[in-house]
């Protein structure tokens, strides 16, 4: 039998849609930042938890 394409489709999805996003409250909460300020960053350098936690990390130094 040939391979489901529907199911590797989905997959795909999945695993790219389980990267942590922040929203702009649980950004501006966790920082310190008003959420106006908040929602200009992530604007500009996306929503990855991972990506907005190094851009931070890479600031204090």
């Known amino acids: ?3 489901d394409k529907s ?3 989905e997959d795909l999805w999945l695993a ?7 929203q ?4 501006a909460e966790k920082y310190g930042f008003p959420e106006s300020e908040a929602a200009l960053i992530i ?3 996306g929503s990855s938890k991972k990506k907005l ?6 600031r204090k130094t």
Not at 53 to 58: G, H, L, Q, T, V
């Open 1 to 3: 039998m040939a391979d």
């Open 7 to 9: 199911k590797a489709t």
């Open 16 to 22: 790219s849609s389980s990267e942590e996003s922040y």
């Open 24 to 27: 702009v409250a649980e950004f």
């Open 43 to 45: 604007e500009r350098k």
């Open 53 to 58: 936690d190094a851009y931070m990390a890479s």
